[in-house]
């Protein structure tokens, strides 16, 4: 299966077929990343950082590529890592919408609470950007 789905450092741990109520067939592969490579950044690929948070409750699932008609879906527990690069990957820090302040961004240059914006954690972390 990892052949098939072109993937490295991933162990499958199961997958079963089943049809919705369209009819289509559905493909549901479960999977999780190996021990040695379940806590690298997803942007650099630092191994062994410390973790931010558990992994969910609830798996997340994330729609592959179709197969001949048969829609793939992996499945996996998910948790995010301290990355001293790239912050906390996937969390986003958004001005506080009570506040009047402004963000300076080299990136996405000015940020308000009006422009709906976020701007990445490590980003802040670095200080490139900057309060107003």
């Given at each position: 299966?990892?052949?098939?789905?072109?993937?490295?450092?991933?162990?499958?741990?199961?997958?079963?077929?089943?049809?919705?109520?369209?009819?289509?067939?559905?493909?549901?592969?479960?999977?999780?990343p190996n021990?040695?490579?379940?806590?690298?950044?997803?942007?650099?690929?630092?191994?062994?950082?410390?973790?931010?948070?558990r992994p969910?409750?609830?798996?997340?699932?994330?729609?592959?590529?179709?197969?001949?008609?048969?829609?793939?879906?992996?499945?996996?527990?998910?948790?995010?890592?301290?990355?001293?690069?790239?912050?906390?990957?996937?969390?986003?820090?958004?001005?506080?919408?009570?506040?009047?302040?402004?963000?300076?961004?080299?990136?996405?240059?000015?940020?308000?609470?009006?422009?709906?914006?976020?701007?990445?954690?490590?980003?802040?972390?670095?200080q490139k950007?900057?309060?107003?």
């Amino acid at each position: 299966m990892q052949k098939l789905l072109n993937v490295k450092n991933t162990v499958i741990e199961s997958y079963n077929f089943h049809n919705d109520v369209d009819g289509i067939t559905h493909l549901r592969i479960k999977a999780r990343p190996n021990a040695w490579h379940q806590d690298d950044c997803p942007f650099c690929g630092r191994r062994h950082l410390p973790r931010y948070d558990r992994p969910a409750k609830k798996n997340k699932i994330w729609r592959g590529l179709d197969f001949s008609g048969i829609i793939v879906e992996i499945e996996a527990a998910t948790h995010r890592v301290i990355c001293p690069e790239h912050g906390v990957p996937g969390m986003l820090k958004y001005p506080h919408p009570t506040s009047q302040s402004k963000v300076e961004c080299p990136k996405y240059g000015l940020i308000t609470k009006e422009s709906g914006i976020s701007y990445p954690h490590g980003c802040q972390k670095s200080q490139k950007c900057r309060q107003k």
